[in-house]
């Protein structure tokens, strides 16, 4: 059986960093949910694939994959519980769906030339088509949520959704403004990224018929996974190999967004402020300079150290909300994805 | 009582030509429903006001009013039943909530400069905060249909959000295709402009606990009804008064969108084609003498007496569906509302 890659890359990386253990978990957990994994990749293979542009540009981004984290996080949620059934096929696909749409629409509004190692959607079919194909992806995740008739979850995707677009609005409205400190950065990472990533959780648990107490639980976990995961993303970015990530380095930098690596170096070196003003006022041209200038600070203040470490101690978080979750399989193997998606390098 | 100014205007239009008794109905719909539209009025109003960009930029156009049409019609469709309750109110706003993203997109999409007479939303906030506030609108409508607990409504929401996000990728894959003829623009306009007109009654009159006979009645209504509303839209695009439509004239021709009166133009006189070929190759300074010139043509060649010919075609269809609706003071306003509406000059 093929472990799928981005499992057998996570475990790679972790095995790279001496960390034996959580490699084998991983392992493991690529054959025990492969099946899982095969179910939701065949039930976004079967969306309609029509002529209308729309859908194209949506099945554009869909087709070139991505690590499947949210998906994945639905059905171990699903397996704490008493398995992984249509309606949690369902949910994994919406959880995915509803992530892809945020990519078509960021991609718009940052006017973003790489994704996933392709051109994105943007690119290839226009901004009015990625802008529509995102609303699809939207109304279809929902669509999919209603017809999975789980309770509680329709109620709380879109809650969810209200709380992704008010942190894009103040990602939005924050951009270029160096002065955003951590309260904030943590603000629109929760509202970004974990919010989406706790809607998974639990709508796993509740699909897999857990307690009310379990399902906060694991949403819980996936506040915590969310911001870890975010705070690697912000890292990758700085650091990252770009044949890993499938986008190029500083893209974050260069649309102003003030990440955590940033935030702890301009705690500990003032004068980046001004490189980084310098960076935002110049031209494509001049600016590669500038970008390696700031990952030197960044290194040299030992805020890539710190900003790892902080999604380490997040990791830990999100392990110590599973405690009370019934000790199976999925449970443990929440337990690897924590650690893991903080060693991961891609 | 003061008659809200979108119904005194319509009434004035019919009087102005010789409807008169039509123009007494639509005076005295806006005595009889003066208090749902204040309630829905006051709805929209209390809708969040916080400082993120992202609700600044929705409110932007909701608080420029617009004619609130599809929440009158909620509103009627109520009376058809037993009544106007705070469900058919959130069910209203919602309709005008949706109404209101597809615009925010489309400004976004069609780089629009004004609507209802003022600066677009996206010309004020930015094409960022347009496009998440038109996501915002979005789940904040479904949240409200969610809230209001009437049986089928969400469902048929989130088909109609389907249906009319296919037909915005079929226009945007049609724009500049001369080709494009009658049976291509009524599948857009159904889904485009049609489909909302349908929610907005078929979920009035499921509030307002009509059967399902009548509540399809009343949807095919709004199918007539709608495909009427944007016949004149299109013929007001080209002939309309700008201080009335708070639009300039000839943006759908200089955007490429092949309208009603332009296919029946383009059927009559074949030369026409290339003066359109030469607008969508010009630069601003040189085309405001083509598109008198496309103007002119349309006239002589009857096209858009046509076109309003067709749009009361349809509005007395559209009538034709209440023959066996309860026969009560909403069914003879909904009359009214059809014929005046292909009447409007604004």
Redesign the interface.
């Known amino acids: 059986m093929v472990i799928p890659d981005f499992l057998e890359r996570l475990g790679g990386f972790c095995h790279g960093r001496g960390l034996t253990g959580v490699s084998h978990h991983i392992a493991a957990l690529g054959q025990f949910y492969l099946s899982d994994i095969q179910m939701i990749e065949s039930t976004v293979s079967a969306m309609p694939r029509t002529d209308?542009?729309?859908?194209k540009t949506a099945i554009h981004l869909l087709d070139l994959g991505g690590k499947r984290l949210r998906p994945l996080c639905v059905a171990l949620a699903s397996r704490v519980g008493n398995g992984f059934s249509g309606a949690a096929c369902e949910l994994a696909v919406a959880a995915e769906l509803i992530h892809s749409a945020t990519l078509l629409?960021d991609d718009?509004?940052d006017v973003g030339e790489t994704r996933r190692g392709a051109p994105t959607a943007r690119r290839v079919y226009g901004?009015?088509?990625a802008?529509?194909a995102?609303?699809?992806l939207?109304?279809?995740a929902?669509?999919r949520v209603?017809l999975a008739k789980v309770p509680n979850v329709?109620?709380r995707l879109?809650?969810t959704?209200?709380e992704m677009?008010?942190a894009?609005?103040?990602q939005?409205?924050n951009r270029g403004r160096l002065s955003a400190g951590r309260e904030r950065y943590f603000q629109i990472v929760e509202g970004k990224t974990a919010s989406l990533f706790r809607w998974a959780l639990f709508s796993g648990g509740c699909a897999g018929g857990l307690t009310e107490a379990d399902c906060t639980a694991l949403d819980q976990y996936g506040f915590h996974l969310g911001v870890a995961f975010q705070l690697i993303d912000d890292l990758l970015d700085l650091t990252g190999d770009e044949s890993l990530t499938g986008k190029s380095i500083g893209i974050d930098l260069r649309e102003g967004k003030v990440t955590y690596p940033l935030i702890v170096a301009l705690e500990r070196d003032p004068v980046l402020g001004r490189t980084l003003e310098r960076l935002m006022a110049e031209n494509d041209e001049t600016e590669a300079p500038t970008v390696q200038e700031i990952i030197a600070t960044l290194y040299r203040t030992n805020s890539i150290d710190d900003c790892r470490t902080m999604a380490r101690h997040r990791a830990e978080r999100a392990v110590q909300c599973l405690a009370h979750l019934p000790p199976n399989d999925a449970t443990q193997a929440l337990k690897s994805v924590a650690i893991a998606a903080v060693e991961r390098a891609g």
């Not at 209308?52 to 859908?55: D, K, N, R, T």
């Open positions: 209308h542009s729309v859908m629409h718009v509004v901004n009015a088509a802008i529509f995102g609303d699809w939207i109304v279809e929902l669509r209603r329709l109620d879109l809650d959704l209200h677009i008010l894009e609005s103040l939005l409205e």
